[in-house]
Nanobody, 125 residues
Framework: QVQLVESGGGLVQVGGSLSLSCVASGSIFSINHMGWYRQRPGKQRDLVALITSAGNSDYAPSVKGRFTISRDNAKNTVYLQMTDLEPEDTGVYYC???????????????????WGNGTLVTVSS
């Protein structure tokens, strides 16, 4: 089995900064892309940032220039550095990963993305 665990959420004032991390563990051969999603109150879950195995990244327009996604392949970890936080950034942040798992036959694409349980970020004004 594979598990993703997020950490780093908390209460921050407007304009403040916060860093999130997500560690993947289990029967992992390699990780393809990893990303951060968030679900804001009353809204659907949407993409915040994505990073490929090569280190190329993409961001939602609302966070570009304020958030930075990075990864450490040796530690199977993805990070999200958030600055200049706004009340609209409040929500539950989820880690997502597409990976290859170890199976009896060898490494195999999981076919289904894995998700963490989320970490809450609250930005107060």
């Amino acid at each position: 089995q594979v598990q993703l665990v997020e950490s780093g959420g908390g209460l921050v004032q407007v304009g403040g900064s916060l860093s999130l991390s997500c560690v993947a563990s289990g029967s992992i051969f390699s990780i393809n892309h990893m990303g951060w999603y968030r679900q804001r109150p009353g809204k659907q879950r949407d993409l915040v940032a994505l990073i490929t195995s090569a280190g190329n990244s993409d961001y939602a327009p609302s966070v570009k220039g304020r958030f930075t996604i990075s990864r450490d392949n040796a530690k199977n970890t993805v990070y999200l550095q958030m600055t200049d936080l706004e009340p609209e950034d409040t929500g539950v942040y989820y880690c997502n990963a597409d990976l290859f798992e170890w199976r009896p036959s060898g490494p195999v694409d999981s076919g289904v993305d894995y998700w963490g349980n989320g970490t809450l970020v609250t930005v107060s004004s």
